[in-house]
């Protein structure tokens, strides 16, 4: 009996240990890894509004948004203070797992671009390639509506991706449209 006490105390003595260093390293290292994807969202708003100038655009409240899809909306504009359009970070899950993009909508109701921050889907090549191949600069919310589902590149779970792809960037459009008096 004291044999297993002792064994006992010393594995938990052993997790302590391992939960101290577990946090010591999670404090060490997540300011750089918020830094990280704070650099690479920056450099994904460049992309896709390359006359984009962070200290001149205006992070909106989220809040008003029905849609849980919305992570953050920015009101884009440039250095001179001219309106661009909208950056849009949106994610969602489903069986297969989490994709957060960031989509652009500029200021005629249109696709500026649309990136993945990340892509956690078990099929995520096919869904890169979905993403990258339907997805195209100045397309409105009729064409993404009109992308076919059901192409054999995209069956299987990342047809689940696509439909949720598809979600998020028309949930984009909806509120730029919202943002813009609904007049396109």
Excluded: W
């Excluded at 060490?28 to 994807?37: G, Y």
């Excluded at 909106?60 to 909306?73: F, G, N, P, R, T």
């Excluded at 921050?117 to 195209?136: C, M, P, R, W």
């Amino acid at each position: 009996m004291k044999k297993y006490i002792v064994t006992a105390l010393v594995l938990t003595l052993i997790a302590g240990v391992c939960a101290a260093l577990i946090a010591s390293i999670n404090l060490l290292t997540a300011p750089m890894i918020e830094k990280n994807n704070a650099e690479k969202k920056a450099a994904l708003c460049q992309e896709i509004f390359e006359a984009f100038d962070l200290a001149k655009s205006i992070v909106l409240e989220k809040d008003q948004y029905a849609s849980a899809y919305i992570q953050e909306v920015i009101e884009v504009n440039d250095a001179n203070d001219t309106p661009l359009g909208y950056l849009f970070t949106l994610s969602g899950s489903n069986a297969y797992g989490k994709i957060e993009l960031l989509v652009g909508i500029d200021l005629e109701i249109r696709l500026a671009g649309v990136r993945f921050i990340t892509n956690g889907q078990s099929f995520s090549n096919e869904t890169a390639t979905h993403l990258n191949t339907q997805y195209k600069d100045d397309m409105t919310i009729e064409d993404i509506l009109a992308i076919d589902l059901t192409n054999s590149d995209v069956t299987a779970g990342a047809t689940y991706a696509s439909k949720l792809i598809r979600e998020l960037v028309t949930t984009a459009f909806d509120v730029a449209l919202d943002l813009e008096g609904g007049s396109k």
